[in-house]
């Protein structure tokens, strides 16, 4: 599996004094039923690192829960921007 991380990504990870990612998968529900939605968040896994695949790239940690599967072998994090708030997002993930 590859890893492709927008560079402003990067830029947003070291300034928030992070040097990881880690994307997993969630149970949500919804009033259609339920369904798993992927999370990322800046940081090492909080539990059970042995649950994840571990991966660097560009010099940035990249924890990948072991039932994460992406739709073609590449998982994309993106940045967006919206006024002053910072977010990174996910894409190439199986729903």
Same mark, same amino acid.
């Given at each position: 599996?590859?890893?492709? @991380?927008? $560079? ?21 529900? =919804? ?11 800046? =940081?090492? $896994? ?34 967006? &921007? ?5 977010? @990174?997002?996910?894409?190439?993930? &199986?729903?």
């Amino acid at each position: 599996m590859k890893i492709v @991380i927008d $560079p402003r990504v990067v830029e947003l990870v070291r300034k928030k004094n992070q040097d990881s990612l880690t994307i997993w998968m969630e149970g949500c529900g =919804g009033w259609g039923g339920g369904g798993n939605q992927p999370f990322v968040r800046m =940081g090492k $896994p909080k539990k059970d690192q042995d649950d994840y695949d571990l991966y660097e790239v560009d010099g940035t940690q990249v924890f990948v829960r072991v039932d994460v599967e992406p739709t073609d072998d590449v998982i994309y994090v993106d940045y967006y &921007k919206i006024l002053w708030i910072e977010r @990174i997002s996910l894409r190439g993930i &199986k729903f």
